[in-house]
Structures are given as C-alpha cells and as structure tokens.
C-alpha cells in the first residue's frame, strides 16, 4: 500500500469516526431540545448530566484529533525523511515489491488455465 492510498484509507476512517461523533453530539443535542418542556429536578439533573457529559466528550474528541495529527504529521516527516536519506534502499525494495508481486500475478494467472 503506498503512502497516497494509506492517506486515503486514513482519512476515510477518519471521516466515519467524526461523523460518528456528530451523529451522536447531535442526537443527544436533539433530545435535550425535545425534553426542554419537561419539568422536575430529576430531568433537569439528566440534562445537565448530559451537557456535561456532551462537553467532555468533545473536549475529548478535540484532544483526540490533535493527537492523531500529530502521530500522522510526525509518522509522515521520518518515514519522508528516511527515503530521502536512504533513496536507494527504498527504491530497491520497491523494486524487490514490484518483481514479488508481478510474480504472484503471472504465477496465478497461468495456474487459473489449468
């Protein structure tokens, strides 16, 4: 899998996961608009509860998401860095990549025949 297509993938997931997240935060937002009517300090301790809880959680998700840029800005400087500086290795193992795997293509393509 090449760095383009591991961006791809990352950023595909990366997308279900926020999405996600604001399915929920925006659910949770939902029902606390609907039971706005309702009275009683048992709902009203819930709602708070759950503003609370709604905040933290996104507080959380902020801190998450930095995080992750950071791993990935990071993971993508040293492995630039490291084919930068070893340019023949990475070019060879490439290579040695593209021979094994065009191998396994002719080699499956001829046994599918038989």
Do not use: C, P
């Not at 925006?26 to 706005?36: H, I, K, N, V």
């Not at 998401?65 to 490291?82: H, I, L, P, V, W």
Request: proline share 0%.
């Amino acid at each position: 899998m090449n760095k383009r297509s591991q961006r791809r993938l990352i950023t595909k997931q990366k997308a279900r996961v926020v999405n996600s997240f604001h399915d929920l935060v925006d659910s949770s937002e939902g029902l606390l608009r609907t039971t706005a009517s309702y009275t009683g300090s048992e709902i009203e301790d819930a709602r708070a509860r759950l503003r609370e809880q709604l905040r933290h959680a996104r507080g959380v998700a902020a801190d998450w998401e930095g995080t992750a840029r950071d791993r990935y800005q990071r993971a993508s400087t040293m492995t630039d860095a490291y084919v930068h500086d070893n340019a023949w290795k990475s070019i060879g193992v490439a290579a040695l990549f593209g021979v094994l795997i065009g191998a396994l293509v002719v080699g499956g393509s001829s046994s599918d025949e038989d």
